[in-house]
Nanobody, 119 residues
């Protein structure tokens, strides 16, 4: 099993910055089988969408609307995953979720942290 706990969500003005953290804990075999982690977000009335992901190799991927504004990073081994968000926009307002995927394709999810960007 893997437990994920997000933190860092807050109310911030447009143009501001936030850093989200995802603390990873658990036990083998799941925690040692994590090969990628990601941040998703969900706004009211919308489907959950991928924001950014990072693999064991360090390869990252970003959703187009956050490219150049958000940065995903992690500690080694998987202990904490961060999402540095800058130049925030009102449309970034959402609940942000951390997820972890194992080598056998199982996804674990956190409970989410709220980000509100005021205009």
């Amino acid at each position: 099993q893997v437990q994920l706990v997000e933190s860092g969500g807050d109310l911030v003005q447009a143009g501001g910055s936030l850093r989200l953290s995802c603390a990873v804990s658990g036990r083998a075999p799941s925690i040692t089988a994590i090969n990628s982690m990601a941040w998703y977000r969900q706004s009211p009335g919308k489907e959950r969408e991928l924001v950014a992901s990072i693999r064991t190799s360090g390869h990252t991927h970003y959703e187009d609307s956050v490219q150049g504004r958000f940065t995903i990073s992690r500690t080694q081994p998987w202990r904490t995953v961060y999402l540095q968000m800058s130049s925030l926009k009102p449309e970034d307002t959402a609940v942000y979720y951390c997820s972890a995927r194992t080598t056998w394709g199982h996804d674990f999810w956190g409970q989410g942290t709220h980000v509100t960007v005021s205009s």
